[in-house]
């Protein structure tokens, strides 16, 4: 079990790291994280919800992805409340109880998820959530100690050194753990080192003499293309010489990590917009999916976006919406369920009206579009009408095209050859995209070869 000192010290790097090495071994391995939380997300090939981090590393496994590799996911749609995936589904009751009340009905779920994948697999590499330490979440912990101790795992308690104060992490962690817990420490992991070892000079010594626990790895501060799981890798500001991407980077923002074909080809800058500024220099626009697409548009009018979304309309450039941002994009969203806070006036940039509907519509989806196959994923409450102004864009029933304005239903498009370079063909690019399922394949091989040269295993 990969547990960590504090929120992104690494932990799922390390996780995917090990279940490609071990896949390449001949082991049949597994991830499992008991809870995430996070907005970017996958759809299973049964149609069930789980977290991106654990579907890129059950792929890492070279094993057929499942929601109870991810039993609990917390999808955040508003400041302090969250939609609540249980087994791969949203479970509008949960998400309305009080967090403290929880753990009762979500630690069975996670304890029959766990223990189902010991017994498919031979090896399964769990990971935990944010820090063990803290004490305050102690008592309604379901992923961290608590799956430790269930399973008698043995734990790595990873730290971030690059952020400066690991050794006073990994101890200051370990001293806050139970006597029973602390037995489970196997080994403290340095991560994202950089520089000269040889600064690191006898503390790895001192910290084992404090806690009996030896410092197992060193890994390399290590740079990769693969999705991260809860944040956004992005330039900053319009750059000359290149196509320059605006994105809209309202709150809520979901699935970003769709967009990463993009950000990893030289020509291309993609930029977040997170404030209200002339959009008249960028090439094209993308307003990318929202788990709270009512809060997003508000974002929208409030800052001042919305109307420099509509001057840009009208200079003809192209505007490509995904999911939530299809529905911004349109004339109107009804929230008759209350989900969202109440029914919305959209952009109105092209015929759409969109409905929000209790059940969550979740499904991988394969078209023929453009004399290729495109693959992609469906998440959205939304059931969306339209008039005959606007014609049927990729698929009938998943999105739409008026003019300048692009939309679609479906996630994950960049990742299609053929749809990438349709997009660069439209913005004057060049049309040098890549079949990104075969490119995480290579990333995961050198992050495997990475691990088994600074690793422990």
Not at 63 to 75: E, F, I, S, T
Not at 278 to 288: R, T, V
Not at 399 to 424: A, I, R
Request: aromatic share 8%.
């Amino acid at each position: 079990m990969i547990l960590g000192c504090t929120s992104d010290a690494g932990k799922s790097l390390v996780v995917t790291a090990i279940c490609r090495l071990l896949a390449n071994r001949g082991v049949k391995v597994a991830p499992f994280k008991a809870q995430n939380m996070s907005n970017n997300a996958a759809i299973t090939s049964d149609g069930l919800e789980m977290g991106r981090a654990q579907y890129l590393q059950a792929i890492a496994a070279k094993v057929k992805p499942d929601a109870m590799m991810n039993p609990v996911l917390l999808k955040p749609s508003a400041d302090t409340q969250s939609q609540v995936v249980i087994n791969g589904k949203a479970n509008s009751k949960l998400s309305q109880m009080p967090w403290g009340a929880r753990k009762a009905l979500l630690w069975p779920e996670v304890q029959k998820s766990l223990h189902h994948l010991i017994e498919q697999y031979d090896q399964v590499v769990i990971e935990g959530a944010g820090s063990p330490a803290e004490i305050n979440l102690r008592e309604g912990d379901i992923v961290n100690m608590s799956v430790a101790l269930e399973c008698q795992a043995d734990v790595y308690l990873v730290s971030d050194i690059d952020r400066g104060g690991s050794f006073a992490h990994l101890l200051g962690t370990w001293a806050c753990l139970s006597i029973e817990e602390q037995k489970l420490i196997k080994g403290f992991v340095l991560n994202k080192f950089r520089g000269d070892a040889a600064l690191l000079g006898n503390a790895m010594d001192w910290l084992e003499e404090k806690t009996g626990i030896p410092t197992v790895a060193n890994l390399p501060y290590y740079r990769h293309q693969l999705p991260e799981e809860d944040s956004f890798r992005l330039g900053t500001t319009w750059q000359r010489g290149k196509i320059n991407i605006g994105i809209l980077y309202y709150p809520y923002a979901s699935n970003m990590d769709e967009f990463d074909p993009l950000i990893y080809q030289d020509d291309i800058n993609l930029v977040p917009i997170t404030k209200n500024i002339s959009l008249s220099h960028f090439d094209a626009l993308i307003l990318p999916g929202s788990k709270n697409s009512g809060a997003s548009l508000d974002f929208l009018t409030t800052t001042g976006l919305a109307t420099e979304i509509n001057t840009f309309h009208k200079a003809g450039k192209l505007i490509l919406g995904i999911c939530g941002g299809l529905q911004i994009l349109g004339e109107a969203i009804f929230d008759p369920l209350g989900l969202e806070g109440g029914h919305k006036t959209g952009l109105g940039l092209i015929a759409l009206q969109t409905t929000l509907q209790a059940e969550k519509s979740t499904q991988q989806t394969i078209i023929n579009w453009q004399g290729g196959i495109v693959t992609g994923y469906e998440i959205h409450h939304g059931e969306t009408v339209t008039d005959s102004s606007v014609t049927t864009f990729m698929s009938e029933n998943l999105g739409w095209q008026h003019d300048n304005v692009y939309t679609t239903y479906l996630h994950g498009v960049f990742e299609n050859k053929v749809f990438y370079n349709w997009f660069m063909r439209e913005v004057g690019g060049l049309e040098n995209g890549l079949q990104w399922s075969e490119h995480l394949e290579t990333e995961l091989d050198s992050l495997a070869i990475m691990f088994e040269q600074h690793g422990w295993l």
